[in-house]
T-cell receptor, first 112, second 114 residues
């Protein structure tokens, strides 16, 4: 079953606002990844994080690998309509066979 | 370069039947993983293959099996289909068998079991 707690489950924001979502776990992760999934499509990789404390940006997106290696957050600045979709965090557990464990997703809606 | 490709796009099967799903990884990638995504949830890991060998298996029954071919493409087979097998099946491609978790997903195969 799922081992990642992702929040919030859904968000409704105005265009231009900033967004923040996070994932927490009781387990230690070696890698944190953030994906975006549009309806009927596969997840698209947004950001990958490999070291505790690492802060990485991709355009308007910024993500951080928590110091304890048990959490990560994703920020989206100045949201635009095309940011609509479901955002998933995913982690690779320490000692795992490179499989990814996914959160339950954050559904983002951007209102004009 | 082409991304991860999967076939078929959609599939409708009856309970008890079997199904074969196919995946071609990104050119140069040698590892393929399979995930099941039920509506409203995140993907769940099924298998990972690297250099034709199984490197990981998730908590799925033996009805699920997979293999990887010399050209690194892969098949996922599901026997004795149940209604609960209805889901989006995703294939993910990664460069090699290192601990780097970076995986790139295909568009998925939508399986409906009636």
């Amino acid at each position: 079953g799922q081992q990642l707690n992702q929040s919030p489950q859904s968000m409704f924001i105005q265009e231009g606002e900033d967004v923040s979502m996070n994932c927490t776990s009781s387990s230690i992760f070696n890698t944190w990844l953030w994906y975006k999934q549009d309806p009927g499509e596969g997840p698209v990789l947004l950001i990958a994080l490999y070291k505790a404390g690492e802060l990485t940006s991709n355009g308007r997106l910024t993500a951080q690998f928590g110091i304890t290696r048990k959490d990560s957050f994703l920020n989206i600045s100045a949201s635009i309509p095309s940011d609509v979709g479901i955002y998933f965090c995913a982690g690779q557990l320490a000692g795992s066979a490179r499989q990814l464990t996914f959160g339950s997703g954050t559904q983002l809606t951007v209102l004009p | 370069d082409a991304g991860v490709t999967q076939s078929p796009t959609h599939l409708i099967k009856t309970r008890g039947q079997h199904v074969t799903l196919r995946c071609s990884p990104i050119s140069g990638h040698k590892s393929v993983s399979w995930y099941q995504q039920v509506l409203g949830q995140g993907p769940q890991f099924i298998f990972q293959y690297y250099e034709k060998e199984e490197r990981g298996r998730g908590n799925f029954p033996d009805r699920f099996s997979a293999r990887q071919f010399p050209n690194y493409s892969s098949e996922l087979n599901v026997n004795a289909l149940l209604l609960g097998d209805s889901a989006l099946y995703l294939c993910a491609s990664s460069l090699d068998g290192t601990s780097n978790g970076e995986q790139y997903f295909g568009p998925g195969t939508r399986l409906t079991v009636t």
